[in-house]
């Protein structure tokens, strides 16, 4: 007997028709592995417009996706109607997902206070300041929480379609897909890609005024307490107002200035680790190292194989 899992799609204002339409195929083709790999499990996918939904379209569904926006800021504001539906459906049993800005209409639900979701990490500063109550980890590219499941960049719609089929078909499955689409099964984290984005606009002068200093000098010596004494604090004082202004202690943020710029240095230049981590302020390549790969998730090597060949 074959057991079917209703996904739907929802078609929001200005959502990524690439998703919308590649997850609809993507769950197709998910089927015609399943079914030559004798797995009995069938996807059933129906994709509904937003602005036509209403409780008819329930019905059992057991995955409601999200799919990321390509532009406009129905994310910011989705209609209630959506989040009445999407609240509904979780309550009824649906596990729902998202991916990209899709992100932002779950947490309008409130499902996702106290749980830990991702989105896209340009997107991070504008989801932490409006969902405080999230726990966001933008380093990822997946987070698969069983009834909420969130991905993070616009592409990552792939990912999100390749861990449902995992989940209700068996690994096997989403790795001969993977095969087929010459897409990545292995894993993957959304840090790989990021840029260092720092908080500017947060209203503390005196802390912008040693986030400028920092970003000229990054490649100096730079302690907490010249930082400090640089605005006239105590340390105590420092550490705390710069930490609530930016997110990071002021060790977090030069590590993520210099490893920024190591990332671009790797990506133009031909200059080895060794010179890259003197020309960023390290005296000690493996402590370079080791930072490079705790931010980054790869060590420069890799990073350099992945991005530049």
């Known amino acids: 007997m074959t057991n079917y899992v209703n996904v739907q799609i929802i078609d929001y204002a200005n959502s990524l028709q690439t998703a919308v339409h590649g997850l609809n195929e993507l769950f197709f083709i998910a089927n015609q592995k399943a079914q030559e790999l004798g797995q009995a499990t069938e996807f059933v996918v129906d994709i509904q417009e937003e602005s ?22 129905y994310y910011l504001a989705p209609h209630n109607r959506l989040i009445d539906y999407l609240n509904h459906a979780h309550k009824n049993g649906a596990v729902l997902c998202s991916a990209c800005a899709g992100t932002f ?38 987070i698969n929480d069983a009834d909420i499941i969130t991905a993070g960049g616009l592409m990552s719609w792939l990912d999100l379609g390749l861990e449902i089929v995992a989940q209700y078909m068996k690994p096997t499955v989403m790795r001969a897909l ?21 908080r500017f606009d947060h209203g503390a002068e005196q802390i912008l005024i040693i986030q400028h200093f920092i970003q000229a000098n990054h490649n100096q010596q730079l302690t907490v307490e010249a930082l400090a004494q640089r605005v006239f604090m105590t340390k105590r004082t420092f550490l705390r107002q710069f930490s609530a202004a930016t997110k990071h202690t002021p060790v977090q943020y030069i590590q993520r200035v210099r490893v920024q710029k190591a990332c671009e240095l790797l990506e133009t230049t031909n200059k080895t680790t060794e010179q890259i981590a003197a020309l960023v302020g390290y005296d000690d390549v493996n402590g370079f190292r080791k930072i ?3 931010v980054v998730g790869l060590n420069p090597t890799g990073f350099r194989a992945k991005f530049v060949g």
């Not at 036509?52 to 800021?73: E, M």
């Not at 894993?187 to 840029?195: A, G, H, M, S």
């Open 292 to 294: 490079f790969n705790k």
């Open 105 to 142: 209409i779950l947490a309008d639900t409130g499902l996702l206070n106290q749980r830990q979701v991702t989105t896209h990490w340009q997107l991070a500063n504008v989801f932490a300041d409006k969902y405080p109550e999230v726990v966001l980890s933008v380093d990822k590219i997946l």
């Open 178 to 198: 993977g095969k087929y689409l010459i897409v990545d099964t292995g894993k993957r984290e959304q840090r790989y890609y990021q840029c260092f984005n720092p």
């Open 52 to 73: 036509s939904l209403t409780p008819a379209h329930q019905g059992n569904r057991q995955v409601i996706i999200v799919p990321p926006s390509l532009g406009g800021d």
